[in-house]
């Protein structure tokens, strides 16, 4: 199934005893409380983030498949590949053969002729990042590109999901705590209270999608 998060991902949060137990052994269990924490999150920060990308999920490596900035695949023993961070394509700009931008929602595209404010579409000479496989260190890296914070506050949600699948009533202070401050964190970050470090829609600068800093959430020891 694709996902965004890793079942090794809650080792850093949760003994696999204890996620095992609030799963029932059911694999599936843990698949759709994860689906509805990322869903929390997307619908939160769609309004400022590229959440497709940054909460987008992981599958193997396909070279029918049009890639974008900072996409990742996700291929056998958990290794993670991702597009590296090109900048933004500015139609003023004196492009040279084998220059590397985005589009507006993060498309790759490689240059194949000198061009000035030729649109990407333009395939005499822009040509898009397909079939180009990802060990190609030109355009990929192996790398887990995902945001930290994201990774945490999406088991935060998804364990506070499960404990609530089983009894709302009895879930632990804990797990209640974590996911009050996960959702007011999300709330921060889309009033722009905070902002996260991950590519903001709309707000690109002329040389690349900008990167801005905002605060986090204080770590805590969540084992059980």
Do not use: C
Request: net charge negative; hydrophobic share 35%; charged share 25%.
């Amino acid at each position: 199934m694709a996902r965004f998060l890793l079942t090794s991902d809650y080792s850093s949060i949760i003994q696999t005893v204890d996620l095992n137990q609030i799963t029932e052994n059911v694999v599936q269990n843990l698949y759709d409380s994860e689906a509805k924490a990322i869903s929390r999150m997307r619908t939160k920060l769609v309004q400022r983030y590229m959440v497709d990308i940054e909460l987008g999920s992981m599958i193997p490596y396909s070279a029918a498949t049009h890639y974008r900035t900072k996409e990742r695949t996700l291929e056998a023993g958990n290794v993670i590949y991702s597009v590296k961070k090109f900048n933004r394509y500015v139609n003023t700009t004196a492009y040279e053969a084998a220059d590397i931008v985005t589009d507006d929602d993060g498309y790759v595209y490689f240059s194949i002729a000198d061009s000035t404010d030729k649109a990407l579409t333009n395939t005499t000479y822009w040509t898009p990042l397909v079939n180009v496989d990802n060990t190609d260190t030109d355009y990929w890296e192996q790398l887990d590109n995902r945001y930290p914070l994201f990774v945490e506050i999406a088991m935060d949600l998804t364990l506070y999901n499960l404990y609530a699948r089983i009894n709302p009533r009895n879930i632990p202070d804990l797990r209640k705590e974590r996911n009050r401050e996960a959702l007011d964190q999300l709330d921060a970050w889309a009033s722009g209270t905070d902002t996260a470090e991950v590519m903001e829609i709309n707000t690109a600068e002329q040389t690349g999608f900008s990167i801005r800093y905002g605060s986090s959430i204080a770590k805590q020891d969540n084992f059980f």
